[in-house]
Every structure is written in structure tokens, then in C-alpha cells.
């Protein structure tokens, strides 16, 4: 078993600090380790893009599909320079207005510029570059593009603190990067460019389809009609394809317009599971809180402020499985703005059980 090392990182303070605090695992990136680091989103598990051995020990590490590939991790323009073939005008301008941040840009890639594992055998690969300080500083110390899907097990609720990342992959990687807890709370948004003017969404994240029009008011978003929706092809970017995010309870969304009758629903279902003695959790809005009588009640925040409910998800789920809850019902929202990135998470957490009231 491989003894996993912990590094705290001074996010708030002075470069130089952060760099000397940095020094050991981006040397051990470097050499071909695993380590998982923060980024403004979930915690990622890096590895040298470039380097075939060090990809596979992602794989393992997770038990993730070889066939979905990973997000390419960059610290400057030049590396992406080394990446990727020449790219639409329109994605230099979403680089320009949008990065550093919660995006990721699928382009052409380079001819044998990273490993094969990384693009799932397809000619594209996405490209982001992180919004925090330890990972830019990592990714730059390291001198290497980071391979680095979130630092998780396969299909569990990605992790939003070091100690999440420690609960699942503890004695598989080399270390963890200790930079607090993470800020958007789920993950990147994924685009396509089909032409010249078009942006397609293929994973609602961090950076909302309004962002994107904003900062390419021309542009045509082509963007998933709900949460709900699903390919049956190869995925062209992570969060495609499997079910992801799960607690080990089973998970139902309600979603209704008339949020007295979510409430009504749910704590009926509650109710009716009381005489088989599973133990339940509902994950609700703060305006609702004392509305629910269940083992355990959980809130995202108010209903007004969805990137609350952004933040605390995972940390949530993770929590429904540190208390053995066994059943778990969870109120649905609008899929508006950050709305959509939401509901796409917890549908694919609940394996698309969702019921409409």
C-alpha cells in the first residue's frame, strides 16, 4: 500500500510560500505520481497527461472506464500550444473572458501529444485551465499538462474537501494537496464548437449557459434541454456516459412546481418506510427545513442562491453515507442558470430516479 502524503497549502498567502509548500509533489507529478490537489471546482487526481503509465495508475486508483476520457489541466497559453492543433477564433475569446475558471474547451488535439488514455481514442481533447492558486502553482511547478478527473472513486459524490479525496483513495496515490475547501462545488462545464458560431454544451458545470452567451453574445448555446438528458454514444467529455456522484442510499428527486406538494410527497414516502426501520434522509431548501420529519435533514441553502446548493452537494451526499442512511429523497429545483449543472449531479446521483409532481 502506497503511504499517501499530505501537503498544506497557504492558499491565501504569498506565492513564493506556496511554491516552497508545493515543492515535493509537484516533483513527484513530475516522476509520474498520483496527486490529487484543489481546484475552484471538486479536488482533482493529477497525473502527467503525458505520460501512459502514470494515466493508467488514474484508472486504477478510481476503478474509472477507460473509454471516458479526462480533462487536460494547464498553467499557461504555451502549454496549450503544445496540446492542440490550431482552434477556432471563438474559443480564444471564451479563453480570453473565461479562464481562468470552471470551463473546458474540447479541441483538436496534437498527434501524440498526450496519452491515448487521456482522449478515449478520439482526435479531440478537453483543455481548462484551473481558478485556484495551488493548482496553477502545482501545474507549473510540475512542468507537465495534468491529467486530472476528480479525486474520487468511480460513481462516488466527488470530493469537496482533502478529506473526501483521503476517504476514498487513502493508501492508492502518492498525496493530497490540502487546499481547503473547494469554492463552485461542482465541476466544469464542458463545450463543444461544432462552427464557427455555435457552443454546445455537453456537461452543465460551474460556468452557466448565460456566461457563456455573455461572453460570445453571437454565438448560438446549444445546451441540454434538462438534466435529464443522455447519449448512448462514445462520450466526448467526462460526466457523460456512467452514473456518477451516487451515495450508497438509494436517492430519489421530486421535483414539482408547487413546492407544498414536494413537501407532501416526500414526507409521505418518509412516513411509509418508518414500519421497515431504514433509516432516512431528505435533502431539502432552507425555506422548507422544518417542514420534514425524517432520520436525517439536510439543507443546500436558501432556494434563492442555487450556487449554495452547488457547494454543499457532495459534501451532503458524502454525509447521508457517514450516517448509514439507507434512503434518501431529495427536493428538485429549477434548471435555470447553475440550476441545470445542479439537477444534471443529482440526476446522475439518483441514476435518473426522478419523480414529477
Same mark, same amino acid.
Given at each position: 500500500?502506497?503511504?499517501?502524503?499530505?501537503? %498544506?497549502?497557504? /492558499?491565501?498567502?504569498?506565492?513564493? /510560500?506556496?511554491?516552497?509548500?508545493?515543492?515535493?509533489?509537484?516533483?513527484?507529478?513530475?516522476?509520474?505520481?498520483? /496527486?490529487?490537489?484543489?481546484?475552484e471546482t471538486v479536488y482533482g487526481l493529477g497525473a502527467d497527461a503525458r505520460n501512459t503509465k502514470a494515466v493508467e495508475g488514474i484508472f486504477r486508483a478510481k476503478g474509472r472506464p477507460s473509454d471516458n476520457p479526462l480533462i487536460v489541466h494547464i498553467a499557461d497559453e504555451r502549454q496549450l500550444g503544445e496540446l492542440v492543433l490550431p482552434y477556432p477564433e471563438l474559443a480564444r475569446r471564451l479563453m480570453k473572458e473565461l479562464w481562468p475558471g470552471p470551463l473546458t474547451i474540447v479541441l483538436p488535439v496534437r498527434p501524440e501529444a498526450v496519452s491515448p488514455l487521456v482522449t478515449a481514442g478520439l482526435s479531440t481533447v478537453g483543455v481548462r485551465m484551473p481558478d485556484h492558486p495551488a493548482a496553477l502553482a502545482l501545474i507549473r511547478?510540475?512542468?507537465? @499538462? !495534468?491529467?486530472? @478527473? $476528480?479525486?474520487?472513486?468511480?460513481? %462516488?459524490?466527488s470530493p469537496t474537501l482533502a478529506e473526501h479525496v483521503l476517504e476514498d483513495l487513502d493508501g492508492k496515490i502518492s498525496g493530497v494537496v490540502d487546499g481547503g475547501a473547494t469554492g463552485v462545488g461542482l465541476e466544469s462545464t464542458v463545450i463543444e464548437l461544432p462552427d464557427s458560431d455555435t457552443i454546445r454544451i455537453l456537461r452543465p458545470g460551474g460556468i452557466t449557459a448565460e456566461q457563456l452567451q455573455s461572453a460570445a453574445p453571437e454565438a448560438t448555446i446549444d445546451a441540454p434541454a434538462s438534466a435529464k438528458s443522455e447519449i448512448t454514444e462514445a462520450p466526448r467529455s467526462p460526466g457523460m456516459k456512467y452514473t456518477h456522484y451516487a451515495p450508497e442510499g438509494?436517492?430519489?428527486? !421530486?421535483?414539482?412546481?408547487d413546492p $407544498?406538494? /414536494?413537501?407532501?410527497?416526500?414526507?409521505?414516502? !418518509?412516513?411509509?418506510?418508518?414500519?421497515s426501520r431504514l433509516k432516512t434522509g431528505v435533502l431539502v431548501f432552507d425555506e422548507r427545513r422544518t417542514a420534514y420529519d425524517a432520520d436525517l435533514v439536510l439543507t443546500y441553502?436558501?432556494?434563492?442562491?442555487?450556487?449554495?446548493?452547488?457547494?454543499r452537494l457532495y459534501a451532503a451526499l458524502r454525509r447521508f453515507d457517514a450516517e448509514g442512511v439507507q434512503l434518501i429523497w431529495a427536493e428538485g429545483c429549477s434548471e435555470?442558470?447553475?440550476g441545470l449543472a445542479l439537477m444534471n449531479r443529482l440526476a446522475k446521483a439518483a441514476g435518473h430516479q426522478i419523480v414529477r409532481i
Open positions: 500500500m502506497t503511504i499517501t502524503k499530505v501537503w %498544506r497549502a497557504a /492558499v491565501d498567502g504569498d506565492a513564493a /510560500v506556496l511554491a516552497g509548500q508545493l515543492e515535493e509533489a509537484a516533483a513527484l507529478l513530475s516522476e509520474g505520481h498520483l /496527486v490529487a490537489f484543489p481546484t511547478q510540475s512542468g507537465c @499538462p !495534468v491529467a486530472a @478527473p $476528480s479525486a474520487n472513486r468511480s460513481g %462516488r459524490p438509494d436517492l430519489t428527486i !421530486v421535483q414539482g412546481h $407544498s406538494e /414536494v413537501t407532501l410527497y416526500i414526507q409521505e414516502q !418518509v412516513n411509509a418506510t418508518k414500519a441553502g436558501s432556494e434563492l442562491h442555487l450556487e449554495q446548493a452547488a457547494h435555470e442558470g447553475i
